[in-house]
């Protein structure tokens, strides 16, 4: 059953779209997902929705991991609903995780057409703008969107509606031509959205099933009860850098950095804390401390509202982006945590991701950042390009020297989209045999070899690497001071849960050398 925001069930005799968002949290996250992790908002939901309802049309959204439900469930209330279009939106809750949805968006698909084969699909979402030809063959779709999603979406209700549609015209459309031999037709993508504040603000909160969302486990260490509730917003969309391992960009098609205004973000903040009484919050832009003028004017106005210091927000920022002199503005407006992209404890593994950052001023940083009474995420990949086992333990020695108050370890993955699966096709480099395997955390994650070690070695090294950081004494010994015995026992207790890993089990993955890591790639259908 679908309910608004106040709880209330929704049944309409007449719907145009039906969005839903795809579960498979056990399959993504396995244990750590039934209670360490976040449930986020689908951030580009609202925003979709938002978009079709401003142009008349009616949309109700499916939250199915946050409602907890199963394939078959989803599939009998869209039938039930009867919308004229179904959009699947695959969107990670981290900005290249997009294709690690796949899987539960497959089985959502594959269920709604048993149940009903008529009911027309369409799936957006950055691992199928980075893929679209791929998509429409492997998925049980009759649609695919090869750009950021609203413009298309709403063209094709628009053309469905007409006695002979022309989906020829419908911007950035992916579709079957059934003259003559089912054609899959791939139509010039639609111009990127310009009027974020009036064209994309996803205010459609009450949509959402607003109870059931909650922060991560870190974000509250020291009063875990505030996980809840939880909102995620965004300030701005797109990025000007190109790293390497990162696909944010794939549904843009281009380098770019969009902002909302300030007084917008701020209003909407202010909505949701006085409706809803959201004080936890994460900034999902790519990279939020980045252009001055707009981080100083959103932090001045939430600065100057009297309920700033009940507030505990998270953003992302680069090494490079974070000035000491903006620190103590950036408290004063209730960002309580920086997630800082390290990645390597290399200079020349830096280098080679397009990450050139100076060690020392990696150190630098972080400290002013804890000086400023902002906690630390620190983010790090094993298995780039350049990786061996002595600059992973690099990585990982940097990583214990900072002692950053949460740290996120990550293996290497050529993420559809990214310039680093570009590489990993044009090479021939292994890659997983299903979308779930380009998790980081699911039973079958299988990351990138590189030519000095194997992918086994990287994931071993990765898991082992987690539990050497979490489990050190001079860590423990940090979060009791700074958090308390509370979140000590918490994270000792989250450190218990041991991953499952498929390669690590098989010996024909552990034995496998860099050469042997070597094999076809999957077919990609000109994407």
Not at 225 to 244: D, H, K, N, V
Not at 281 to 292: H, R, W
Not at 433 to 442: R, V
């Amino acid at each position: 059953m679908i309910t608004d925001g106040a709880g209330n069930n929704i049944r309409m005799q007449k719907l145009d779209l039906l969005l839903i968002n795809p579960g498979g949290r056990d399959q993504i996250y396995q244990d750590l997902g039934a209670h360490l992790t976040a449930v986020e908002p689908p951030l580009w939901c609202p925003l979709i929705a938002g978009y079709v309802l401003d142009r008349g049309y009616t949309v109700r959204i499916i939250d199915s991991e946050a409602e907890n439900m199963g394939p078959e469930a989803v599939a009998l209330e869209a039938a039930a609903l009867n919308p004229r279009l179904v959009g699947r939106v695959v969107f990670g809750h981290q900005p290249s995780a997009s294709t690690q949805q796949m899987t539960g968006a497959s089985a959502v698909c594959r269920a709604i057409k048993a149940v009903n084969p008529q009911q027309r699909i369409i799936i957006a979402g950055g691992h199928v703008a980075a893929l679209p030809l791929q998509t429409m063959h492997e998925e049980a779709v009759d649609f695919a969107c090869n750009g950021e999603g609203p413009v298309t979406i709403c063209q094709l209700l628009d053309a469905l509606s007409a006695a002979q549609p022309d989906l020829s015209r419908v911007e950035g459309l992916v579709w079957r031509d059934n003259q003559p031999f089912q054609q899959i037709r791939n139509n010039p993508a639609a111009a990127l959205i310009q009027n974020l504040d009036s064209d994309f603000h996803g205010n459609v909160w009450h949509l959402l099933p607003m109870a059931k969302y909650r922060a991560h486990n870190w974000q509250c260490f020291g009063n875990l009860e505030t996980r809840q509730p939880y909102a995620s917003i965004y300030t701005s969309l797109g990025c000007p850098y190109r790293c390497t391992f990162c696909c944010i960009n794939a549904p843009f098609g281009v380098n770019r950095y969009r902002m909302r205004a300030a007084a917008q973000v701020v209003e909407e903040i202010d909505s949701l804390y006085h409706h809803y009484g959201v004080k936890t919050f994460k900034i999902i832009d790519e990279m939020f401390v980045l252009n001055d003028r707009h981080v100083n004017g959103i932090c001045e106005l939430l600065a100057a509202k009297p309920y700033a210091p009940e507030l505990n927000i998270w953003a992302y920022a680069r090494v490079d982006t974070v000035k000491p002199s903006q620190l103590r503005l950036l408290r004063s407006a209730g960002i309580r945590w920086l997630a800082l992209g390290i990645e390597s404890g290399s200079g020349h593994v830096r280098d080679g991701a397009e990450k050139s950052l100076d060690q020392a001023d990696i150190v630098d940083i972080v400290d002013q950042i804890k000086k400023a009474d902002i906690n630390v995420i620190g983010n790090y990949i094993f298995g780039l390009p350049d990786d061996d086992l002595e600059t992973m333990r690099q990585t990982l020695d940097l990583a214990k020297e900072l002692n950053c108050e949460f740290a996120n370890f990550y293996s290497a993955m050529a993420y559809p989209g990214s310039p680093l699966h570009a590489m990993a096709v044009a090479n021939h480099w292994k890659l997983p045999d299903a979308w779930s395997g380009f998790s980081q955390h699911s039973f079958d994650c299988l990351p990138l070899c590189t030519e000095k070690v194997t992918a086994a070695d990287v994931l071993r090294f990765r898991d082992a690497a987690f539990h050497e950081y979490f489990e050190s004494k001079q860590y423990l010994g940090m979060i009791a001071e700074k958090f308390g015995l509370e979140t000590r026992l918490h994270i000792e207790n989250m450190t218990r849960v041991r991953l499952r890993r498929k390669l690590l089990e098989e010996d024909e993955y552990a034995d496998q050398t860099p050469s042997r890591a070597f094999a076809a790639p999957s077919p990609t259908y000109g994407d």
